[in-house]
């Protein structure tokens, strides 16, 4: 049953990292789309009994938060969408306040944010695990209340990472709406740098950051693999989630380097290019 929770959180998490909706019409598919997920996995996971403590964290703190926080996030980016003004420069104002309530729950949940920033594990078996007391449960969350899938944090777990993914594509919006100039740059600047971001799957971005690491080519191999995935994340507009679980997810695959495979599949086909037509070089 694990494993088929897992192959759902994986399918859910690459469909909204490639495309994340925008249109009002398309949100609303998208929370359609969401809510029945969730409501099947709800049913897959009912009456499963986890076979140990690792499992039963697995699930509620990457797992089903997925599936939330996508909901969540989908719910506040429409609402978003349904207030806001027309006007340009009232759009950028809209979505820089937008961005500063993301920030005061960052900001009221430091530690909390800390602890998942760095990769922390040591209270997982406290916030992770059914029990019978009180469960924080923030407001966001109120439509999927459900007693049966909560833990004292993975309510707000999800809440975590659905301000993560709106932050992301609210600065998207920012940037789309600002225009050249005020960046210090100018319409006939041939030069002017692009918005690079990453258009391939996050399995395999995460596979390229832990290649990165372990080749010690950055800093001399004095920087952590969090640091890595966040110079990754800032660089390319990019959220990839828990890179963690994801690069977990890969080493179970049957070939668990298919996407650095690739890459280098890519490079050689580019050298041969270059080889037999000199001209092909920085085609």
């Known amino acids: 049953m694990l494993e088929k929770a897992r192959s759902m959180r994986n399918e859910l998490r690459n469909e909204f990292y490639e495309k994340i909706p925008f249109e009002e019409n398309e949100i609303i598919a998208a929370i359609q789309k969401v809510s029945s997920e969730t409501a099947h996995l709800k049913s897959v996971m009912a009456n499963h009994n986890f076979d140990n403590e690792n499992e039963e964290i697995e699930f509620y703190k990457d797992i089903k938060p997925e599936f939330d926080s996508t909901i969540i996030f989908l719910f506040?980016?429409?609402?978003?969408?349904?207030?806001?003004?027309?006007?340009?420069?009232?759009?950028?104002?809209?979505?820089?306040?937008?961005?500063?309530?993301?920030?005061?729950?960052?900001?009221?949940?430091?530690?909390?944010?800390?602890?998942?920033?760095?990769?922390?594990?040591?209270?997982?078996?406290f916030y992770f695990r059914k029990r019978d007391e009180f469960v924080w449960v923030n407001p966001d969350e109120g439509i999927l209340y459900d007693d049966r899938f909560?833990?004292?944090?993975?309510?707000?777990?999800?809440?975590?990472?659905?301000?993560?993914?709106?932050?992301?594509?609210?600065?998207?919006?920012?940037?789309?709406l600002t225009p050249a100039t005020q960046n210090g740059a100018t319409e006939n600047n041939k030069n002017n740098p692009v918005?690079?971001?990453?258009?391939?799957?996050?399995?395999?971005?995460?596979?390229?950051?832990?290649?990165?690491?372990?080749?010690?080519?950055?800093?001399?191999?004095?920087?952590?693999?969090?640091?890595?995935?966040?110079?990754?994340?800032?660089?390319?507009?990019?959220?990839?989630?828990?890179?963690?679980?994801?690069?977990?997810?890969?080493?179970?695959?049957?070939?668990?380097?298919?996407?650095?495979?690739?890459?280098?599949?890519?490079?050689?086909?580019?050298?041969?290019?270059?080889?037999?037509?000199?001209?092909?070089?920085?085609?």
């Open 76 to 125: 506040r980016l429409l609402s978003i969408i349904i207030n806001c003004p027309t006007s340009k420069d009232k759009q950028i104002e809209y979505y820089d306040i937008e961005i500063t309530k993301i920030k005061k729950f960052y900001s009221n949940n430091k530690e909390f944010l800390l602890y998942n920033k760095s990769g922390g594990t040591h209270l997982d078996k």
């Open 195 to 283: 918005l690079l971001k990453w258009t391939g799957k996050i399995n395999d971005l995460v596979e390229l950051g832990y290649f990165i690491y372990c080749s010690h080519h950055i800093n001399n191999g004095e920087v952590s693999i969090n640091q890595i995935f966040e110079w990754i994340q800032s660089t390319l507009h990019m959220n990839v989630g828990n890179q963690y679980r994801t690069w977990q997810a890969n080493l179970i695959r049957k070939n668990p380097t298919q996407g650095i495979d690739k890459m280098v599949d890519n490079y050689k086909q580019y050298i041969d290019n270059t080889l037999a037509n000199p001209r092909y070089y920085n085609k």
């Open 150 to 176: 909560l833990t004292p944090m993975s309510s707000k777990m999800a809440c975590l990472k659905a301000w993560i993914k709106l932050e992301l594509r609210l600065k998207e919006k920012i940037e789309d």
